[in-house]
Each structure stands twice: as structure tokens, then as C-alpha cells.
């Protein structure tokens, strides 16, 4: 049973689609997050989300929209998608605020726009 | 804010040879440290971790000593191995954890040549 899981594993579209990456987590976690790694394996935080609530946005163009059905799903869509949304997305989780901190990763999505 | 510096690569060894990736941190107070590995077209996957000064994580042969004094978190391993090729990501959560999400260091790849 895969802990955190995204789909699809690859992504390739032209640039101006709209497209939209899935993660669900089944650990039971509070919070769940989106990272960006670039084409240097430089990894940066998007989103987080708690409960159901957003709770970061490091200044991530309003193009990404984060939604979180439920506390196990938190998916992210991309509107009018740029040859620099490119990169591969990182899906994660952790266990609430003030637990023993532990983070545990998606296997990605790699997102190639053309 | 909170960063991570990581000893810039590639570090390339041979088989059976003694390792040391750096890390040093700037945050505020007592955060948890990490280290992340991926392996090559993979996600990422926690290597060990430590919570407070001078705890000692440890896994597959790796050990790292969290450092306050020196702001540390070296990764060290005493015979290396092919299969250990991968990018190593120092990481840092501030104190609290939890929805702050974890900040990366700019990772460093590791070859192994036999």
C-alpha cells in the first residue's frame, strides 16, 4: 500500500493547457504539501495545507491553485501552464503541529510543457 | 529565514571508500534535521534524522550528529557503494514542526565508481 501516492507519474502538454496533478495520502497525516523541484534538484515548498486550509504560499504565481477535498487528498491544479512550470512536483505529508515531525514524499510527477 | 548550505557536487568516490557530505544550518532555535536521498529517477526517501543537539541518526550504514554548537549536520558513511549513487538533501524543520514544511539544502549527488 503506497503511504502517499500522485498521479500521473509524467505529464507532458503544451504550453496555455490547464492540467491538474493528484495526491492522496492513506497515513492518516494532518498536513500534506506540494514542493517544486527545478532542473537543478533544487527543492522548494508551494503549498502546505492543514485541515483543510491553506496555511503557506510562498509566492507561487496565482496560475497554481491548491484544493484539498478531504484531509487525505490535497491535488494541485495549474492554469495556462509556461515553459517554466516545467520541473518535477513532490507531494508529501506529515503527522499534526507539535507531533514528532516526519515527512513522507510522493514518488512525483514530472511536468514537461512544450 | 531558515536555510541549508550543502557542500556543492558531484562528490565522486571509489567503492569502499569513506564518506563526508557537509551541512551546515542557520535557523532559529532548535530545529529537526534531516537527510533526504534520491536515487536516480526516484522520489525522495528519508536517510535518518535527529531532533535535538548531539542525537546521532543512523540507517543503512549512514550516521549524521546533530551539532549545535557548529550548526551541523554531516552525513558520513564508512564504505560506500555503488548503489549508494544518488542526491543526498540536507533538510531542516524549525522548531514546532509540523505545517512549516521542510526547508532543503541544494543537494548534493553522489557518484559511486566501482
Known amino acids: 500500500d503506497t503511504a502517499v501516492s500522485q498521479t500521473p507519474k509524467y505529464l507532458v502538454t503544451q504550453m496555455g493547457n490547464d492540467k491538474s496533478i493528484k495526491c492522496e495520502q492513506n497515513l492518516g497525516h494532518d498536513t500534506m504539501y506540494w514542493y517544486k523541484q527545478d532542473s537543478k534538484k533544487f527543492l522548494k515548498i508551494m503549498f502546505s495545507?492543514?485541515?483543510?486550509?491553506?496555511?503557506i504560499n510562498e509566492t507561487v504565481p496565482n496560475r497554481f491553485s491548491p484544493k484539498s477535498p478531504d484531509k487525505a487528498h490535497l491535488n494541485l491544479h495549474i492554469n495556462s501552464l509556461e515553459l517554466g512550470d516545467s520541473a518535477v512536483y513532490f507531494c508529501?505529508?506529515?503527522?499534526?503541529?507539535?507531533?514528532?515531525?516526519?515527512?513522507?514524499f510522493g514518488s512525483g510527477t514530472r511536468l514537461t510543457v512544450v | 529565514g531558515d536555510s541549508v548550505t550543502q557542500m556543492e557536487g558531484p562528490v565522486t568516490l571509489s567503492e569502499e571508500a569513506f564518506l563526508t557530505i557537509n551541512c551546515t544550518y542557520t535557523?532559529?532555535?532548535?530545529?529537526?534535521l534531516f537527510w533526504y536521498v534520491q536515487y536516480p529517477g526516484e522520489g525522495l526517501q528519508l536517510l535518518l534524522k535527529a531532533t535535538k543537539a548531539d542525537d546521532k541518526g543512523s540507517n543503512k550504514g549512514f550516521e549524521a550528529t546533530y551539532r549545535k554548537e557548529t550548526t551541523s549536520f554531516h552525513l558520513e558513511k564508512g564504505s560506500v557503494q555503488v548503489s549508494d549513487s544518488a542526491v543526498y538533501f540536507c533538510a531542516l524543520v524549525p522548531i514546532g514542526g509540523g505545517a512549516d514544511g521542510l526547508t532543503f539544502g541544494k543537494g548534493t549527488h553522489l557518484i559511486i565508481q566501482p
Open positions: 508529501a505529508s506529515s503527522p499534526a503541529i507539535g507531533t514528532r515531525p516526519g515527512y513522507t
Open positions: 495545507y492543514n485541515n483543510k486550509e491553506l496555511i
Open positions: 535557523a532559529t532555535g532548535y530545529p529537526s
